[in-house]
């Protein structure tokens, strides 16, 4: 797949979570926890939005970095293509860069 973000949107592919284990045994599965914020890498970054003097302002994250972001509520930013998954976020929903 080749998708390449607009304005000020990238492309994430979110890094799978551990499985959740209590000291019992029990395993929980993601859904047991409502996730608000999720890891990732950057695929793919946009150009940046435009300034009022017609300048891009360039995306602060680059391609290869692990962020964490907040993973969007709805379907639409949501990707899929065979089994990989991928969401398409604004710059303003990438909380933190993980080094």
Same mark, same amino acid.
């Given at each position: ?38 890891? =990732? ?6 150009? @940046?939005?435009? /300034?009022?003097?017609? $300048? ?5 994250? &680059? *391609? ?9 509520? =709805? ?6 293509? @065979?089994?990989? /998954?991928?969401?398409? $976020? ?5 909380? &933190? *860069?993980?080094?």
């Amino acid at each position: 797949m080749n998708i390449q973000p607009l304005s000020n949107h990238v492309l994430i592919a979110p890094l799978e979570e551990e499985a959740k284990q209590t000291k019992s045994g029990i395993v929980l599965p993601d859904t047991a926890e409502k996730k608000k914020q999720s890891r =990732g890498t950057v695929v793919a970054v946009g150009p @940046g939005k435009m /300034k009022e003097s017609g $300048v891009p302002q360039p995306v602060a994250v &680059a *391609v290869g970095q692990t962020v964490l972001f907040k993973e969007p509520w =709805g379907d639409e930013s949501k990707i899929e293509d @065979g089994d990989k /998954k991928f969401f398409l $976020v604004e710059e303003d929903d990438i909380l &933190a *860069v993980i080094a």
